[in-house]
């Protein structure tokens, strides 16, 4: 553990970085290469899905970061310890840190225009030389009228220009002293640590308020109506799939909201939606859900098949159609569950079709190995909001207790391809009561679910000036289910009442520097699997208890893991230059459409007042 004082200076340095990157007008060049013709990419967000809560066991005892680091990182270690890398410890948890979340602070930062302070010194130059005009010019015409004669007065009026000229050039020169003072560090700092903190606070509630929030009017329409046409379709699968027998595959009727835009930290434009779809199978099988060691990524579950009778010629039919053979047993195989799952939608979407026509035109795509995606444009006369929504609908096997096994993306972390008998586990639900008990222990003010969503869209923007492969690297580390896990091992580390609205810049930093500490062990423990730490107001299932701990970050090598952790800090330092940079309309998602009735509510106020 370091001592306080090799503390107090890592503090002290990340703050003089911090504030250098606020106010240092300079575009950052991206380490890895600017891409500057890059389009925009997708975001984790949208990306992610189920297989983002699928990590890894925890690597114990692991050794240095390998000889490859040393050329690749060298330069980037230097410039992180000397330049902002060097930072307050964050709390101490399971995903590693020592210290504590700073609570509070006693004085809050006030904003200061950093226009206002620019322009006060040649203000205050003109002031006083156009006062040493007007007085030379009132002694000049009172002595003029005094004066016998007019070599007197020409005499006189030489004589005081020389002062005139005197005095200006003093007055130049103090403002140019009291300048390269400033700049040097000489004056007050706390006045320009405000400063600083202010513009920095000012710029992060812009890039908020202009490109993260997502208007909740606009995000309640579209809820409502994914909700409506979901439901249709679910409702027409499940008929149709009743009529083959009961040793078949079969939807259970109803469907699980999942994701950012039903937990308040959705970022951007409302038109992404994850929902799942739990399936039913014979009455007379039930899973057995087990940790796959060794078979495929960390994390990974199978799911084997029991029957209550036995094994029997009735069961051959199912086996063959949705089972395969591993380790001499017959398992539940995601992939062919997931082809079942998308012709079974695709032959119910005619009739959903016929009766939403009206509403909205509804189509559906799917690529080999991913959940199809429902494709839902609204007609004008129907929904306000005219955004076209893509939802993604995932098959879920249902184990009990709210939790669902979901199909893992069909390629790994590093390309490899996954076995198509291997599982994720999703707690989606567990997720949405624990956001439920932090909302209410919180402050009404509370900044957790902001700093999260302020996050994610740094990391989106970090993304344009990267290149490949390192770019998608990027994303997969600093996926949506890592941060939001950081922030949830934070928020239960110190007190709740640290979190208001007011200290949003400080919890940012402990959340950035968490997560660095976190890259560099290359650990970060998933919060549910195996965490006996919960409060006992968040009841955990006993699945969850009992399963091994999983660690989110054991499938990436230390060399990555430690270009992250450089560019995370990178991108907060220079958080301000990075919004401008990347906030032009080229990265711009398209913006929805003003509501029908907001507009109509607007119309129609001063005619009721």
Known sequence: ?????????????????????????????????????????????????????????????????????GPALGAAGAAEEGAGGGGRSPPAGPGGGGGSPRGPSPRRALPVSPLRVRGFWPLLTALCTALLCLYQALRGSAAGEGAGGPEDAAAEAAGSGLPLLKGSALLLLGCLLARCYGAAGGGPGRGGARGAAGARRGALE????????????????????????????????????????????????DFVRIGSAYEQHKVRSPDCFDILVPLRLPPHLEPQPRCADGLGPCGAFVCGLRARDGWTRRCRPFAEGFCVELQGRSHLSSGLVLRWFQ?????????????????????????PGQPPTLHILPCSDYVCCHISMAVRLIPAIPLGDALYLTALPPEGPHGSPVPEALWGLNASRQEQRLLGW????????????????????????????LEEPFCSQWGRVLSSYV?????????LQGPLEAWDEQFLVERLEDLVL????????????DFFLGNTGLPEAVALPRFLKEAAPVNLLSAFDGPTLDLVAFQLISTWVQAPHIIRMYSSPRYWRPVPAPCRHSAEAKRELPAGE
């Open 343 to 367: 012709g079974h939608l695709q032959r119910c979407l005619g009739a959903v079709r016929y009766r939403l026509q009206e509403r909205c035109r509804v189509s559906l795509s799917a690529c």
């Open 514 to 525: 968490y997560l660095r500490d976190c890259l560099r062990k290359q650990v970060l423990m």
């Open 1 to 69: 553990m370091d001592s306080p004082a090799a503390g107090q200076a890592c503090r002290t340095s990340l703050r003089k970085n911090v504030q250098r990157g606020a106010c240092d007008t300079t575009p950052p060049s991206p380490p890895v290469g600017p891409a500057a013709d890059a389009g925009p990419r997708p975001s984790e967000e949208e990306a992610g899905g189920g297989a983002e809560r699928s990590g890894g066991r925890g690597r114990q005892g692991r050794g240095g970061r390998g000889a490859a680091a």
């Open 206 to 253: 812009r890039f908020h308020a202009r490109q993260l929030r997502v208007s909740p009017h606009v995000l309640g329409h579209s809820k409502a109506h994914v909700g409506r046409v979901v439901a249709e379709l679910v409702r027409a699968a499940k008929a149709q799939g009743l009529q083959p027998g009961p040793l078949a595959l079969s939807l259970r009727g």
């Open 483 to 491: 941060l939001k896990t950081a922030l949830f091992s934070l928020l």
């Open 438 to 465: 932090l909302k209410e222990q919180a402050p009404a003010a509370s900044c957790h679910l902001k700093c999260l969503q302020i996050l994610k869209g740094l990391r989106d923007l970090r993304g344009h000036g």
